[in-house]
């Protein structure tokens, strides 16, 4: 298995060396893109695109179906609505060449997640009621997509089976570290990009996932997920996790 980065650190290749990252494409039986688009373009089919071959899959984001105004989207959903029209374009070609496209919500784990958040003290709560988001572990994403190599070609969602507001999920980790939920701010007071992550509000289904890829996440929701990343986040480790409030939607 090889892969590229920018500078070809850690014994990758770099993205430019196009002579060995042509090699390599050649001798490949799976091909695998988590390249963002660069501006308007898919930087490895602009590039590559006359050369992939094999089994091709491409991770790509649930932002791709815009906003549902809290309504569940599965891979049938319109795609391309939203802001994210870029993402949207590189999901359609790559689908055109028969790829297996994962569609991914927010992404949590090790050092990346809300209990490092608000054990740094820049986690913060946004006062949108009926908002909610869909997420998944990054555990969960990669036993997904291994599951997704060899399937059908197409979409398939990869996320847990409980989108909620993040602001429930804030106070959740907060909860498990023994500290006060975070501080609510106002939607105008965050970066234009943090403001663009609430223009959309949207429930993501995994059902095709489920079916096809026999896929079932680890981190059924982020309840499982945040106790287990606990113990590696704070030595402090709530004695009774906190149940989820279910019916605050804040």
């Not at 898919?42 to 071959?53: F, I």
């Not at 003290?121 to 909610?132: E, I, K, S, Y």
């Not at 409980?162 to 501080?183: D, E, H, K, T």
């Amino acid at each position: 298995m090889i892969g590229t980065t920018r500078d070809g650190r850690d014994g990758t290749i770099a993205f430019a060396d196009a002579d060995r990252v042509r090699s390599e494409i050649a001798q490949a039986t799976h091909i695998l893109s988590s390249v963002p688009p660069d501006g308007d373009a898919d930087p490895v089919l602009a590039t590559y695109g006359g050369d992939l071959r094999g089994t091709l899959a491409y991770l790509s984001s649930t932002g791709v179906y815009g906003d549902a105004d809290g309504a569940w989207v599965d891979e049938g959903a319109p795609t391309g609505t939203g802001r994210r029209t870029a993402r949207a374009q590189a999901d359609a070609e790559w689908l055109a060449r028969g790829a297996r496209v994962f569609r991914l919500p927010g992404i949590y784990g090790p050092g990346r997640s809300p209990l490092d958040r608000v054990a740094a003290g820049t986690a913060h709560r946004v006062d949108l009621p009926g908002q909610v988001f869909s997420r998944c572990h990054v555990d969960d994403i990669a036993s997904g997509v291994i599951a997704g190599l060899d399937a059908p070609p197409g979409a398939y969602n990869l996320a847990d089976d409980l989108p909620c507001s993040q602001n429930i999920v804030m106070a959740y980790a907060a909860a498990l570290l023994g500290l006060p939920p975070p501080r609510f701010v106002s939607l105008d007071s965050l970066s234009p990009m943090a403001r663009g992550f609430y223009a959309e509000n949207r429930r993501v289904a995994n059902g095709k996932a489920k079916r096809v890829l026999r896929w079932q996440p680890a981190y059924p929701d982020y309840r499982f997920g945040l106790r287990a990343l606990s113990a590696i986040t704070s030595p402090a480790i709530a004695s009774t996790p906190p149940a989820a409030a279910s019916s605050d939607q804040r």
